[in-house]
Every structure is written in structure tokens, then in C-alpha cells.
């Protein structure tokens, strides 16, 4: 079963509890949490103290994607505001065996993003140590962005190497997943799609997410 984890970033900021009911309500397995820093990527979101608000709201797993630089430096924080899973970007952090380990030490699962441009070999040597790869299928800072098509190849890739692993961590696909592309992104591997504006920019989202998963588990 391939996992939907709609992200908030697209959702009405001034609602988030209601949006994050509403999404679990229609079939969500996951709340995808985008914190960006605005030196990291070019925009700036939310901290542990919304996320702390939130985890009041849902039982759902928190999936937070740290889009900031130094991420070392926060993981107990988003740890103790409820994220279930923390993400971390290969391109922020120098030690990224450490900060793996600092993500496992507060008891979290532990995940690794790269940006569309960077290589898979960044990360072939941590990859039995994490539990999630996060492939950006989009240049992160923004939601509602076209899905780079040249990002499928290495989903594909990404799959093959996860699957020689007996750790078998998950692959997530993050960025412009919507109706058209997801049977394919599915087949290419996806064990967790995030999906912001082809979800929060519909009026029925349970509509929307039963269309998404039907398509993501067609293959
Ligand atoms: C982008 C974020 C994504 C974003 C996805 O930097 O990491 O999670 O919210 O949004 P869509 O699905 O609209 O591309
Ligand atoms: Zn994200």
C-alpha cells in the first residue's frame, strides 16, 4: 500500500486544525510538515511551537521536513514538539551520521531528503542507517510546483537500492504529485507520496485522497 502524507503548506494557515481533521478524516496516513528556514530555501514557515499546537489535533504521524541548514541543532526540539518522523536534507548538515544518530537518539524516525540535483552516492553509505529517503521531485521552498520530470530515473534508482537493504528504509516522493503522475511515481517505487496543492486545492478531499490512493496502488 503506498502511503499519502498531505503536506500543510498548502492548506489555509489560518484553519490548520480544521485542514489536518479534515485530511484525516478523508484517509490520510500521514501529515507532511514542511519547516523552512529562509536560508536553507528562499521562504520561511513554521517551528516546533505550531507543531507542538498541532499534535493536539491528530494522532496521525507527524512527517517533518526540515528544510533549514544545521538541522543538528533542532532535532531535540521538533523531537519534543511531536514529530514522529524527522527529515533532514543531505545538503544542510556536515555531519550527517551524527545527525542521524542525534534523530534516532530522541527516539525518531530518522530520514535523509536530496534536492533534485544531487546524487544518490551523497547518501548510498547512510542509507542502513535511516529509515526514510526523501526524494524532492520539485526544488524545495514552495508548494505548488511543477514535478520534474527528470527525477523519475532516479526514483527508479533510489527503489533498486532501498530494496537491497535489510533495513528497508521507505522511499517519499515530495513535490508536484498530483492525479496525473502519481500511478507513475508509484511505479517507479513510492512507498509515500506528499501531496500539498493537488490536495488542499480541491473542495473535497475525500474525494480527492480516495482518487490519489486508487491511482497510487493501481500498478
Ligand atoms: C516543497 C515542500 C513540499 C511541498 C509539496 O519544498 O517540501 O512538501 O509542500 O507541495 P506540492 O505537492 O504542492 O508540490
Ligand atoms: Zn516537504
Given at each position: 500500500?503506498?502511503?499519502?502524507?498531505?503536506?500543510?503548506?498548502?492548506?489555509?494557515?489560518?484553519?490548520?486544525h480544521?485542514?489536518i481533521t479534515?485530511v484525516e478524516k478523508?484517509?490520510a496516513d500521514w501529515i507532511?510538515?514542511?519547516?523552512?528556514?529562509?536560508?536553507?530555501?528562499?521562504?520561511?514557515?513554521?517551528?516546533?511551537?505550531?507543531?507542538?499546537?498541532l499534535r493536539k489535533t491528530t494522532k496521525l504521524p507527524f512527517d517533518?521536513?526540515?528544510?533549514?541548514?544545521?538541522?543538528?541543532?533542532?532535532?531535540?526540539?521538533?523531537?519534543?514538539?511531536g514529530a514522529d518522523i524527522?527529515?533532514?536534507?543531505?545538503?544542510?548538515?556536515?555531519?550527517?551520521?551524527?545527525?542521524?544518530?542525534?534523530?534516532?537518539?530522541?527516539?525518531?524516525?530518522?530520514?535523509?531528503?536530496?534536492?533534485?540535483?544531487?546524487?544518490?552516492?551523497?547518501?548510498?553509505?547512510?542509507?542502513?542507517?535511516?529509515?526514510?529517503?526523501?526524494?524532492?521531485?520539485?526544488?524545495?521552498?514552495?508548494?505548488?510546483?511543477?514535478?520534474?520530470?527528470?527525477?523519475?530515473?532516479?526514483?527508479?534508482?533510489?527503489?533498486?537500492?532501498?530494496?537491497?537493504?535489510?533495513?528497508?528504509?521507505?522511499?517519499?516522493?515530495?513535490?508536484?504529485?498530483?492525479?496525473?503522475?502519481?500511478?507513475?511515481?508509484?511505479?517507479?517505487?513510492?512507498?509515500?507520496?506528499?501531496?500539498?496543492?493537488?490536495?488542499?486545492?480541491?473542495?473535497?478531499?475525500?474525494?480527492?485522497?480516495?482518487?490519489?490512493?486508487?491511482?497510487?496502488?493501481?500498478?
Amino acid at each position: 500500500m503506498v502511503l499519502i502524507a498531505p503536506s500543510i503548506l498548502s492548506a489555509d494557515g489560518s484553519r490548520l486544525h480544521e485542514e489536518i481533521t479534515a485530511v484525516e478524516k478523508a484517509g490520510a496516513d500521514w501529515i507532511h510538515i514542511d519547516v523552512m528556514d529562509g536560508h536553507f530555501v528562499p521562504n520561511i514557515t513554521m517551528g516546533p511551537a505550531i507543531i507542538s499546537a498541532l499534535r493536539k489535533t491528530t494522532k496521525l504521524p507527524f512527517d517533518v521536513h526540515l528544510m533549514i541548514e544545521n538541522p543538528e541543532r533542532y532535532i531535540e526540539s521538533f523531537a519534543s514538539a511531536g514529530a514522529d518522523i524527522i527529515t533532514v536534507h543531505v545538503e544542510a548538515t556536515n555531519h550527517l551520521h551524527r545527525t542521524i544518530d542525534i534523530i534516532k537518539k530522541a527516539g525518531k524516525k530518522a530520514g535523509v531528503s536530496l534536492n533534485p540535483a544531487t546524487p544518490l552516492t551523497q547518501i548510498e553509505e547512510i542509507l542502513p542507517d535511516i529509515d526514510l529517503l526523501l526524494i524532492m521531485t520539485v526544488n524545495p521552498g514552495f508548494g505548488g510546483q511543477q514535478f520534474i520530470k527528470t527525477t523519475l530515473p532516479k526514483i527508479i534508482k533510489a527503489s533498486k537500492m532501498l530494496n537491497t537493504l535489510s533495513n528497508k528504509p521507505l522511499l517519499e516522493v515530495d513535490g508536484g504529485v498530483n492525479m496525473k503522475n502519481i500511478a507513475g511515481i508509484a511505479r517507479a517505487g513510492a512507498d509515500v507520496l506528499v501531496a500539498g496543492a493537488s490536495i488542499f486545492g480541491t473542495d473535497d478531499y475525500q474525494q480527492t485522497i480516495t482518487a490519489l490512493k486508487a491511482a497510487a496502488n493501481s500498478n
